[in-house]
């Protein structure tokens, strides 16, 4: 008997506790029985309704219910549960409750993993419900098995992306302004991409691959879709890491490791495909999510602190080289306009070389994809630098250096949209005006990629001394005290 205790224990160490906490909570309250039962006696209806017009139609009813039910279980799985859960983590952020955790042994990772899990217990629970009906479906007209199980599966997965997404806006929410920010940007997006993906499978089911993406998928397709989802995922989850650590913690180097790591995974991707379906199509798709993701690394980057922590300068390299590699992917600043940056130069070359060593069609859009890329990565870091520079010399008393980024994004749209006023009331047509908004000289080729770069060397010159006394201080912290 203690033998098999022994095992007993152990397998309770295993256990996330955040899950266990989670799960009573959800299960002792009423909500979600209601809910379940619920749909329970909505799907019997649905059912019933059904096969009672099987019998006056020869219709496909059984595909036209499958439909409907895929859809509100997609709903409850996509939307619904992955925004309860991501508000019930905003709650305890902004409360201060979450703080009970930290003074326990329970890691960030344990916490964000257990509220993970919770959640896909929690879509997983409303999938047992939902399936055994939707497979009861064939017995009427026009549902195929097979599709269906996929249907599921790919669901499920993008339902794990969802509760991961509204996990992470959650982590964000530190206080009360920007809890109803993230919260409220985390479910227009969650909503708007629920009404989108459902387009997008019905497309598939009705016309397949072929005529939807251009190409045969098969396996390959599938696997990676699996990849690409596991990896966001995962992305996801570093970020919402390192959102909860400590503030004097490395948070941002687990972030740019897996950030460069899908880099290359993504690339290797999109090379195959582009050999695979002969087209210059998804190089340009991956630069431009690639682009898409730098962007949002820069708004990061300029809200990172500008000073070296403690505990990131005791665990630095000893040597010099190390350390200016430990310098990219570190937290700070500086570092992180500095990866940027190399990725976006790694992301322009790449193109190039791609366009350069292949002869698939549409080869020379890759080469004006590549110069609109450069053009619009160099005005977003100029801009970033632009709302550093403000921040320091306007705001510093007024505006944390964490929420620089709403600066950058001010600083994004003003020279975005003022142009366009200016124009009105000047009465000029002249594209010169519009040079400051990256989306329209993105477009101009020559004349964008000199405006972009000039945008950037200002940033540069205007935070010279503030870029120099970070790299200063990440090269030397520690020496002094050796």
């Known amino acids: 008997m203690s033998s098999l205790q022994n095992v007993f224990d152990r397998c309770d160490d295993l256990v996330n506790p955040i899950i266990v906490k989670e799960l009573r909570q959800v299960v002792r309250g009423r909500f979600f029985w209601g809910v379940l039962i619920l749909f329970l006696i909505f799907q019997c209806l649905v059912l019933s309704f059904s096969i009672a017009e099987k019998g ?83 017995f009427l007209s026009g549902v195929d098995l097979s599709m269906t199980l996929i249907g599921l599966l790919v669901a499920l997965l993008f339902s794990s992306i969802g509760a991961m997404v509204q996990i992470c806006c959650a982590a964000l929410s530190q206080d009360t302004h920007s809890q109803q920010f993230f919260r409220g940007a985390g479910i227009f997006v969650q909503v708007t991409s629920y009404f989108s993906l459902m387009g997008m499978g019905s497309e598939l089911v009705r016309y397949g691959g072929v005529r939807f993406w251009g190409f045969n998928g098969g396996p390959g397709l599938y696997a990676i879709i699996l990849a690409s989802s596991l990896l966001l995922i995962y992305l996801l989850f570093r970020a919402a890491v390192a959102v909860i650590q400590p503030t004097g913690a490395d948070r941002m180097r687990a972030v740019r490791l897996t950030a460069s790591g899908g880099w290359l995974l993504t690339l290797a991707m999109a090379v195959y495909w582009a050999l695979e379906a002969a087209s210059a199509r998804f190089i340009i798709l991956w ?16 809200s990172e602190r500008d000073r070296i922590s403690e505990r990131v300068a005791r665990d630095l390299p000893a040597g010099q080289t190390g350390r200016r590699l ?106 010169l005006i519009m040079m400051g908004n990256p989306f329209v000289a993105s477009s101009k080729l020559a004349e964008g990629v000199l405006a972009g770069i000039g945008v950037l060397f200002f940033g540069l010159l205007i935070n010279f001394m503030w870029l120099k006394r970070q790299v200063d201080e990440f090269l030397t912290a520690g020496q002094s005290d050796k």
């Not at 409907?68 to 859960?85: C, D, H």
């Not at 292949?358 to 709302?387: C, H, K, Q, W």
Request: charged share 10%; proline share 2%; net charge neutral.
């Open 56 to 138: 006056m139609s020869s219709r496909h009813v059984g595909a036209e219910a499958l439909e409907f039910l895929f859809g509100i279980l997609f709903f409850a799985s996509y939307v619904l549960i992955p925004v309860f859960n991501g508000m019930k983590f905003a709650k305890e952020q902004t409360e201060g409750s979450d703080e009970l955790l930290f003074i326990t042994t329970i890691t960030p990772e344990k916490i964000i993993m257990g509220k993970f899990a919770a959640g896909m217990v929690f879509i997983l629970l409303i999938f047992s419900a939902f399936s055994p009906f939707m497979f009861m479906t064939f």
């Open 287 to 302: 630069g431009g999510l690639v682009c898409a993701i730098l962007v949002l690394m820069t708004m990061v980057a300029v």
């Open 326 to 431: 430990a310098f990219i992917i570190s937290s700070g600043a500086a570092g992180g306009l500095a990866w940027v940056a190399m990725m976006t130069a790694f992301t322009v070359l790449v193109v190039n070389l791609f366009a350069g060593l292949t002869r698939v069609p549409y080869r020379g859009d890759l080469n004006e994809a590549s110069i609109a890329m450069l053009t619009f990565m160099s005005f977003s870091i100029g801009y970033g630098l632009f709302a550093a520079f403000i921040r320091r010399a306007f705001f510093s008393g007024m505006v944390e250096i964490r929420n620089n980024w709403v600066i950058m994004l001010l600083v994004f749209v003003g020279f975005s949209v003022l142009p366009m006023f200016l124009g009105v009331f000047v009465g000029s047509n002249s594209d």
